[in-house]
């Protein structure tokens, strides 16, 4: 079986995660997403709107995905990678050279962003509305 894995937030889930979680999907047979808990989100100065265990139940409902994860730290990536026997690290190509450490371990792709869409643009454009 060909493991997969990606990291994010995910908060305020939209065609922009789905489109990346099922390209991700094409890499492998199995999926883990690893998403950012409350306490690591307050480390990189971030605030969700959904707590961990909401955007976990949200990307467990979602096809493509057959594991999540918390991400705690930065450098939990290539502890990931060798526990969970990782074939292929994905990532948004916003983060492109990032993790070009872990090619030792896995194969390492970066997928372009889906134009236009965006959990920052999405919050932006509801605080101008409302």
Known sequence: MKKVITYGTFDILHTGHINLLRRAKEYGDYLIVGISSDEFNDLKGKKAYYTF??????????????????????????????RYDVDVFVMGDDWKGHFDYLKEHCEVIYLPRTIGISTTKIKTDLNKNG
């Not at 265990?53 to 502890?79: C, F, G, H, M, S």
């Open 53 to 82: 265990e909401q955007r976990k139940a949200i990307l467990e409902a979602v096809r493509y995905v057959n594991e999540v994860i918390p991400e705690d730290t930065w450098e939990q990536k290539l502890d990931d990678v060798i």
